[in-house]
T-cell receptor, first 107, second 110 residues
Framework: KNEVEQSPQNLTAQEGEFITINCSYS?????LHWLQQHPGGGIVSLFM???GKKKHGRLIATINIQEKHSSLHITASHPRDSAVYIC?????????FGTGTSLTVIP | DAGITQSPRHKVTETGTPVTLRCHQT?????MYWYRQDPGHGLRLIHY???????DKGEVSDGYSVSRSKTEDFLLTLESATSSQTSVYFC?????????FGEGSWLTVV
């Protein structure tokens, strides 16, 4: 049983496209993180959400607490956005991770 | 960037040998975690710590032990390495609702 489900698992887009990655969770959360991992690289938190919406540059993250759903949007995608994006739900002091969405942006 | 470092970053070891990975933080965060990341499984919790000498098991703790004798250091030991423990290991620290990851340790057991 996965507490956190992500979709899609893999995503290929043309440069400039609008991208959406979805995350659903089945537990009560304190916060939700969107993480980014470049190939062979470390993992960084892009956003931490407990409600509403956050924007950083071309990235937008939203969360609907009632529906237990979050989305990560990338506007005007670029090849440097190619990475794995991971949704992580914080429950108490434990993190539950989705299996990730592998994004490839083609020039 | 949060101050969290892992060592070694890369290691090749033989089956049956003990291996220790070190996670060091300079943030004074209470919670520290060891995860392994494998294709198709995502990040899985091995052990975590909620204070000095306070640790608990995660979902994949068999074959691993941990110790935390100081706030800043969290050690992960593979008591007798097996090929199934070939993986990338990530340490993480958490304070409040934040999480920061180390750069990862690539371990190959041959």
């Amino acid at each position: 049983k996965n507490e956190v489900e992500q979709s899609p698992q893999n995503l290929t887009a043309q440069e400039g496209e609008f991208i959406t990655i979805n995350c659903s969770y089945s537990v009560g959360i304190s916060a939700l993180h969107w993480l980014q991992q470049h190939p062979g690289g470390g993992i960084v938190s892009l956003f931490m959400l407990s409600s509403g919406k956050k924007k950083h540059g071309r990235l937008i993250a939203t969360i609907n607490i009632q529906e237990k759903h979050s989305s990560l949007h990338i506007t005007a995608s670029h090849p440097r956005d190619s990475a794995v994006y991971i949704c992580a739900a914080l429950v108490g002091n434990q993190f539950y991770f989705g299996t990730g969405t592998s994004l490839t942006v083609i020039p | 960037d949060a101050g969290i470092t892992q060592s070694p970053r890369h290691k090749v070891t033989e089956t049956g040998t003990p291996v220790t990975l070190r996670c060091h933080q300079t943030e004074n965060h209470r919670y520290m975690y060891w995860y392994r990341q494998d294709p198709g499984h995502g990040l899985r919790l091995i052990h975590y710590s909620y204070g000095v000498k306070d640790t608990d098991k995660g979902e994949v703790s068999d074959g691993y032990s941990v110790s935390r004798s100081k706030t800043e250091d969290f050690l992960l030991t593979l008591e007798s390495a097996t090929s199934s423990q070939t993986s990338v290991y990530f340490c993480a620290i958490s304070g409040g609702n934040t999480i920061y990851f180390g750069e990862g340790s690539w371990l190959t057991v041959v």
